[in-house]
């Protein structure tokens, strides 16, 4: 089945730093790899997803790279706030399954 | 778009009762409803798997008469826990999937915290 490895498990930034989370997952026949954001007792909010047919997406502040070869993606968030703070998982979606597989999660504290 | 919910948000409960939850897609019609299982500090765990109209399939270690999943209708599915004890107290999340909200995409109820006295 597949395996998603994600690190670092804890960042901390300065407001307006960049901030990178990376993923490598096992399965080549994953083909769809969302990020979700939690904040603290709150739900899992998607912020944004790429499909395998892709090597790169970004909605404003926010990209996600794809390297299907070496199995690994990216999030990249750019001028980061002190609201960015929260807990931020990758998942990818098992192959010939409807099942997301999680990431531990990476904790991000943007400093003020 | 996409807004799934999920009742209740908390309970309590005394050990040996059972608890119901419902999440429920609101804008959209969920083919597939996934519960998932969260401990502090940890990630997302799935219990089961779930399509309307047919049995849930559930995850290795996830004991299926101890968490009853029902998906009646394209935009409601409960997970009942029965007979509820300590070790049972978790914050439970659901997610649900359907073709209006991206086929593959999961969007996640705000959760239900357990406590089980």
């Known amino acids: 089945g597949e395996n998603v490895e994600q690190h670092p498990s804890t960042l901390s930034v300065q407001e307006g730093d960049s901030a990178v989370i990376k993923c490598t997952y096992s399965?080549?026949?994953?083909?769809?790899f969302p990020w979700y954001k939690q904040e603290l007792g709150k739900r899992p909010q998607l912020i944004i997803d790429?499909?395998?047919?892709?090597g790169e997406k970004k909605d404003q502040r926010i990209a996600v790279t794809l390297n299907k070869t070496a199995k690994h993606f990216s999030l990249h968030i750019t001028e980061t706030q002190p609201e960015d703070s929260a807990v931020y998982f990758c998942?990818?979606?098992?192959?010939?399954?409807?099942?997301?597989?999680f990431g531990k999660g990476t904790k991000l504290t943007v400093n003020p | 778009g996409a807004v799934v919910s999920q009742h209740p948000s908390w309970v309590i409960c005394k050990s040996g009762t059972s608890v119901k939850i419902e999440c429920r897609s609101l804008?959209?019609?969920?083919?597939?409803m996934f519960w998932y299982r969260q401990f502090p500090k940890q990630s997302l765990m799935l219990m089961a798997t779930?399509?309307?109209?047919?049995?849930?399939?559930?995850e290795q270690g996830v004991e299926k008469d101890k968490f009853l999943i029902n998906h009646a209708s394209l935009t409601l599915s409960t997970l009942t826990v029965t007979s509820a004890h300590p070790e049972d107290s978790s914050f439970y999340i659901c997610?649900?999937?359907?073709?209006?909200?991206?086929?593959?995409?999961?969007?996640f109820g705000p959760g239900t915290r357990l406590l089980v006295l």
């Open positions: 997610s649900a999937s359907g073709r209006a909200s991206g086929g593959e995409t999961q969007y």
């Open positions: 399965d080549s026949a994953s083909n769809y």
């Open positions: 790429i499909r395998s047919n892709v």
């Open positions: 998942a990818a979606l098992q192959g010939g399954s409807e099942k997301l597989v």
């Open positions: 804008d959209f019609q969920a083919t597939t």
């Open positions: 779930s399509n309307e109209g047919s049995k849930a399939t559930y």
